[in-house]
């Protein structure tokens, strides 16, 4: 990612208050042409609000909004060089596919030949070539969205909002229409904002995530550092599950930080490059499939824990695991099922030994 | 078992038929009559469609007919419009100053009485045009006012209920593509609510085409509706040319009543689809 561009999209300390309510908090972000940007958190989180401040349809209470460098805070929606997809669609109901597709230009007072040209180029792109006349009524769920992302995409915007695009279709339908909305926005190099509760959507989709949490930005990056080195215990438990375990700094040798923690035996070691004072608390995260099986435990090996077998889930791909410690602490640990039946099936109620390295790791400070 | 069945069957055939009877008989009977040859109401004289003829003839209820015609009309129109903008305050703007007392004042029309309504109306064109000197006289503009006094009430109980359901999203969207409020209204919603504002419309002018009481008290000299000139003739003994007047109306009412129906229903069926 070039993020020497200036952005597309600057949000300047954006809150948003209804009454008491912080709905947004404080926001700045920049969001720079070409990126697929995603807006991830759960519901009442902000997100939505976020969007519609930069649709226009909301105010914000105090900061500025900048479109391409130029101030919009005050613009009606009408005025923006933007468009939105919206969650419900909003597809005019008493108007045709290619009426509604043509919405947008009629405004802007496009002649009908170059009109007519666009709403076929549209229906092209989203390939509906021949649904143009039917009404949006006689659409099904799917056919629905991509009428709705054509009219959104049909005056040429530099900057697409989609509200939940996909959030009204089924789970196969989904995951195959995430790998066709990526490649039209490859395609036809518009900056996407996307906003989502579902952290899969998400990570397949974007360049970047912005979590949201309570109306504020909690990290943004890109889905695999997000993943890799959340920073915080609310990004590392929203996104994918995660081991926690609470510890205290015992020293620090270059970045290598050893813990000590009430639920291992053994010493925790993570690597941490900013400077930590011993004796504080921190939470060590580690990832269920980075943590492996061994043989048996050593007795001076740091990252090791012992406990016994209470649930095993077979997903089909990978097996989930879920262990008791010594000290009553549950946790989990993956398994990908690469055989059709491993040699040694682990079973219930089987005392193993887990391990993992101290790269695999990462230290949580909050 | 079966005879149970049968007997219960009757009983409430008969209720229906009763029902039935109880309902549409006065306004059957009446529709006879005026097809009788007698010019005794109660005397029935043959088959004749000559009190038509007379009625078409009768200058004074042709001129009281059109008259209400054009005041239902006029006044029907007005109150879509100001129906239509209150409820689209009420619907979109759920907190503003002074909300509660608007929806008081649209709700009292509907539980007033229509004399104390009439009686009211009465008092402030009489203090309104010795003070403002407007309207001058009470007559055809007097009554107007006063029915879409009422009309506004009702018709706004109509466009309110299916702006209960509208999805402002729709607006939402037209403006993100371009269009400004007022083109948003006129473009999107407006064809949208369509078929409740002509329900509104047609409720609105049936009610003013059917009011006597607020009528008699804001009416002047020279302007006589048609419930007002039915009401002298039939204290003066019923004469046919009523009933068959009476029958062209109910003809002309049920027929509005039905495609005022047959529009909500399509309305409905189309907006169930498209929530689909």
């Known amino acids: 990612m070039t993020l020497q561009e200036t952005p597309i999209v600057q949000l300047q300390q954006v809150t948003k208050t209804y009454g008491d309510l912080y709905a947004v908090d404080d926001v700045s972000l920049d969001i720079y042409p070409g990126e697929f940007f995603s807006l991830l958190g759960a519901s009442g989180c902000g997100k939505t609000t976020l969007l519609r401040m930069l649709a226009g349809f909301e105010t914000p209470t105090s900061g500025k909004i900048f479109l391409g460098g130029e101030d919009v805070t005050d613009l009606p929606p009408y005025e923006r060089p933007l468009n939105m997809m919206f969650q419900s669609y909003a597809l005019f109901p008493h108007l045709n596919v290619a009426d509604n597709i043509a919405f947008g230009l009629r405004q802007e007072r496009m002649p009908k030949a170059e009109r007519d040209q666009r709403v076929q180029e549209m229906l092209q792109l989203v390939q509906i070539e021949k649904l143009g006349k039917r009404k949006p009524h006689q659409l099904s769920g799917g056919q629905r969205q991509r009428v709705a992302l054509a009219r959104a995409l049909a005056k040429h915007p530099k900057l697409l909002l989609l509200d939940e695009p996909l959030g009204a279709l089924d789970k196969k339908l989904r995951e195959q229409t995430q790998f066709e909305l990526v490649n039209l926005q490859e395609r036809l190099g518009i900056t996407f904002i996307v906003v989502t509760h579902d952290q899969e959507e998400a990570m397949t989709m974007s360049s970047r995530i912005a979590l949201m949490r309570e109306g504020r930005v909690v990290q943004v990056d890109a889905p695999r550092r997000l993943y890799e080195y959340p920073n915080s215990r609310y990004c590392a438990d929203f996104i994918g599950s995660i081991n926690l375990f609470d510890a205290e700094v015992v020293k620090q040798e270059d970045n290598l930080v050893t813990l000590k923690s009430p639920d291992c035996d053994q010493l925790l070691q993570v690597y941490h490059s900013q400077p930590l004072l011993e004796g504080m608390t921190a939470t060590v995260a580690v990832r269920p499939e980075k943590v492996q099986i061994t043989e048996n435990c050593q007795p001076q090996r740091s990252n090791q824990l012992r406990g016994v077998i209470k649930e095993i889930a077979y997903l089909g791909d990978v097996s989930v695991y879920h262990v008791d410690l010594p000290s009553g602490k549950r946790i989990q640990f993956t398994q990908s099922n690469v055989q059709a039946l491993a040699q040694q099936p682990l079973d219930w109620e089987e005392e193993v030994c887990l391990h993992w390295q101290a790269d695999a790791c990462n230290l949580l400070l909050e | ?276």
Do not use: C
């Open chain 2, 1 to 276: 078992m079966s005879l149970g069945v049968k007997k219960s069957r009757i009983a409430l055939f008969s209720l229906l038929a009763f029902g039935y009877a109880f309902l549409y008989g006065p306004i059957v009977s009446l529709m006879i009559y005026s097809f009788n040859e007698s010019r005794l109401v109660t005397v029935w004289g043959g088959w004749s469609t000559k009190w038509y003829g007379e009625l078409m003839h009768n200058q004074q209820i042709l001129d009281a007919a059109w008259l209400s015609l054009k005041i239902a009309a006029i006044s029907a129109s007005f109150a879509v419009v100001f129906a239509t903008l209150a409820a689209m305050a009420l619907v979109r703007y759920k907190r503003f100053r002074g909300r509660g007392s608007l929806l008081l004042m649209l709700t009292a029309p509907l539980v007033m009485p229509e004399v104390i309504l009439g009686l009211s109306l009465l008092l402030l064109f009489v203090a309104m045009s010795e003070w403002l000197g407007w309207p001058a006289g009470r007559g055809q503009t007097t009554i107007i006012i006063a029915h879409m006094t009422f009309a506004i009430a009702y018709v706004t109980v109509v466009v309110r209920s299916r702006l209960a359901h509208f999805d402002f999203s729709l607006e939402e969207a037209a403006m993100d593509l371009g269009a400004k409020p007022v083109k948003a209204f006129f473009t999107i919603t407006l064809p949208l609510i369509s078929p409740a504002l002509i329900a509104g419309w047609l409720l609105a002018f049936t009610l003013s085409l059917d009011d006597l009481v607020v009528a008699s008290f804001v009416s002047g000299p020279g302007s006589t509706t048609l419930p007002m000139v039915v009401y002298s003739s039939v204290r003066l003994g019923v004469s046919p040319q009523i009933n068959a007047l009476a029958t062209i109306i109910v003809t002309l009412v049920s027929l509005a009543v039905a495609i005022a129906g047959y529009v909500f229903y399509r309305q409905e069926k189309q907006r169930l689809k498209s929530l689909q």
